[in-house]
């Protein structure tokens, strides 16, 4: 597509449930990035993926984020048992990810997750 | 934490005054980027800075890189309202991710 697209824009749930979230970035773009932005704060860096690399995990607050990239395009982020400190924009992001030091990264609108 | 700490937190002017805004970091870095975000967006990228360089410019923005002090600068000359949103600046410190400052709120009055 033209940009990175993500669903839902909007996801309201209760305390306990599963949530997904997706993210079909630019085509042809090889890194996948998500961050989660709380309310008027910065981006906090989730996790990463670069070709059929092993992804970062690094900035997954815990065990119940998981996150996997199908055929190096879409990636769905998963938080299992969701707790109300999970609400926050989720933003996805790709870039050509084919240099040495990290360019410039095309973002999604986001995806507004909201725990009751 | 973050590597980036946007100065100030907000900045309000009128519509044709320039606007600076500032970023400090802590580590070595290879670029400094600096994204603009709408209210209810997502990021947009505005300007790369390698750590060779010291000025850059694109249209209405001048961003400077002083390394020796860990720091940059976003100038956006004659505002505009339409410039009101939030600016991040992003550093690349290697790991092939970015890192993001909270960013300064610019709201540029008509």
């Known amino acids: 597509g033209a940009g990175v697209s993500q669903s839902p824009s909007n996801k309201v749930t209760e305390k306990g449930k599963d949530v997904e979230l997706r993210c079909d970035p630019i085509?042809?773009?090889?890194?996948l990035y998500w961050y989660r932005q709380s309310l008027g704060q910065g981006l906090e860096f989730l996790i990463y993926?670069?070709?059929?690399?092993?992804?970062?995990k690094s900035g997954l607050p815990s065990d119940r984020f998981s996150a996997e990239r199908t055929g190096g395009s879409v990636s769905t982020l998963t938080i299992q048992r969701t707790q109300q400190e999970d609400s926050a924009v989720y933003l996805c992001?790709?870039?050509?990810?084919?240099?040495?030091?990290?360019?410039?990264?095309?973002f999604g609108e986001g995806s507004r997750l909201t725990v009751l | 934490s973050q590597q980036g700490e946007e100065d100030p937190q907000a900045l309000s002017i009128q519509e044709g005054e320039n606007a600076t805004m500032n970023c400090s970091y802590k580590?070595?870095?290879?670029?400094l980027q600096w994204y603009r975000q709408n209210s209810g967006r997502g990021l947009v990228h505005l300007i790369l800075i390698r750590s060779n360089e010291r000025e850059k410019h694109s249209g209405r923005l001048r961003v400077t890189l002083d390394t020796s002090k860990k720091s940059s600068s976003l100038l956006i000359t004659a505002s505009r309202a339409a410039d009101t949103a939030s600016y991040f600046c992003a550093t690349d410190a290697g790991g092939n991710k970015l890192v993001f400052g909270a960013g300064t709120i610019l709201r540029v009055k008509s």
């Open positions: 580590t070595s870095i290879n670029n």
């Open positions: 993926f670069q070709g059929n690399s092993a992804p970062d």
């Open positions: 992001a790709s870039s050509l990810g084919q240099r040495v030091n990290t360019g410039e990264l095309f």
């Open positions: 085509s042809g773009h090889t890194a």
